[in-house]
């Protein structure tokens, strides 16, 4: 290897580990596509080199989805995305493990996961809402992750629900009309289906037909709590299968699903939510309660 290329290499080493656990709105000067890369060699290069402790691990795994979740919604392709993705493992594969510059590199990271290890609360900022998400271990039931939307007068919150690290996935609404749902609905592209994304902004905010559309019924129906509420006592619940959580996550992020609430007389009164980072959220929340 000629000494530019060593130069090279451990210019991008470095770039690597200075952006890789950095915020997105601190990092701004960096390409999200070129955030997406840095991240995503990092956490190659720790599968293969057994670099970090799994927590920080899991940070990497959030801040390459939240670079990911960014790159798409400033332009960027899920094809040209894969290529990124594909350069950036083809670079960690040729990095021996007892380089010194991933070495140090290595250590650079620990220390940015240090600030990330004490963070409780996070936002995720999506094109229309955010997901917000909490670590810290309440001993009431408390929202984990959640995103907040408007239905005429009324509100509805979705998103993972718990005490401690334990997590559940809910739809909790309150309607002003008095209006009391018997069943709700959770509506989502089934990836299995069609791979291509049913993106808003060519389908006019829709959720995507029942053709292709994943379906899934609440498992169950209770009062919420005033917690989940915000202080309403008259607030329902709808519990959701929990490995639909993944589906939802391996969703592009500029998508949107629906939790439909079915009311006595079969009318539907529909939430719209959009995927935006929400697994970034859970990786966040997979390092564990505070």
């Given at each position: 290897m000629t000494s530019a290329k060593r130069a090279k290499t451990r210019i991008g080493v470095a770039i690597a580990l200075a952006a890789a656990l950095a915020p997105l709105a601190a990092a701004q000067a960096m390409g999200s596509a070129d955030l997406y890369y840095e991240r995503t060699l990092m956490r190659a290069a720790d599968d293969r080199c057994n670099l970090f402790a799994?927590?920080?691990?899991?940070a990497l795994d959030a801040a390459a989805?939240?670079?990911?979740?960014?790159?798409l919604r400033s332009g960027a392709t899920?094809?040209?995305?894969?290529?990124?993705?594909?350069?950036?493992?083809?670079?960690?594969?040729?990095?021996?493990?007892?380089?010194?510059?991933?070495?140090?590199?290595?250590?650079?990271?620990?220390?940015?996961?240090?600030?990330w290890s004490r963070t409780a609360r996070m936002s995720f900022p999506g094109a229309q809402a955010d997901w917000r998400a909490d670590r810290t271990a309440y001993r009431s039931t408390a929202w984990k992750l959640s995103q907040s939307?408007?239905?005429?007068?009324?509100?509805?919150?979705?998103?993972?629900?718990?005490?401690g690290d334990g997590r559940a996935l809910l739809a909790v609404v309150r309607f002003s009309d008095g209006?009391?749902?018997?069943?709700?609905?959770?509506?989502?592209?089934?990836?299995?289906?069609?791979?291509?994304p049913w993106l808003p902004d060519a389908r006019a905010g829709e959720t995507p037909p029942r053709q292709i559309a994943r379906v899934e019924l609440a498992q169950a129906k209770g009062a919420a709590s005033t917690t989940l509420a915000a202080g309403a006592r008259d607030a329902l619940a709808f519990r959701f299968p929990a490995d639909t959580a993944q589906a939802l996550a391996g969703l592009d992020p500029r998508?949107?699903?629906?939790?439909?609430?079915?009311?006595?007389?079969?009318?539907?009164?529909?939430?719209?939510?959009?995927v935006g980072d929400f697994a970034?959220?859970?990786?966040f929340l997979a390092m564990g309660a505070l």
């Open positions: 799994p927590q920080i691990s899991t989805s939240q670079a990911r979740g960014a790159a899920a094809a040209a995305l894969s290529s990124v993705e594909s350069r950036a493992k083809a670079k960690a594969a040729a990095t021996p493990c007892a380089s010194p510059d991933l070495t140090r590199a290595a250590a650079r990271v620990r220390d940015a996961f240090d600030g939307t408007r239905m005429g007068a009324d509100d509805a919150t979705f998103g993972l629900a718990g005490q209006a009391r749902p018997y069943a709700a609905r959770l509506v989502l592209r089934d990836a299995a289906r069609t791979s291509r998508e949107q699903f629906a939790v439909e609430f079915v009311m006595p007389d079969d009318s539907v009164r529909t939430a719209r939510f959009e970034a959220g859970r990786a």
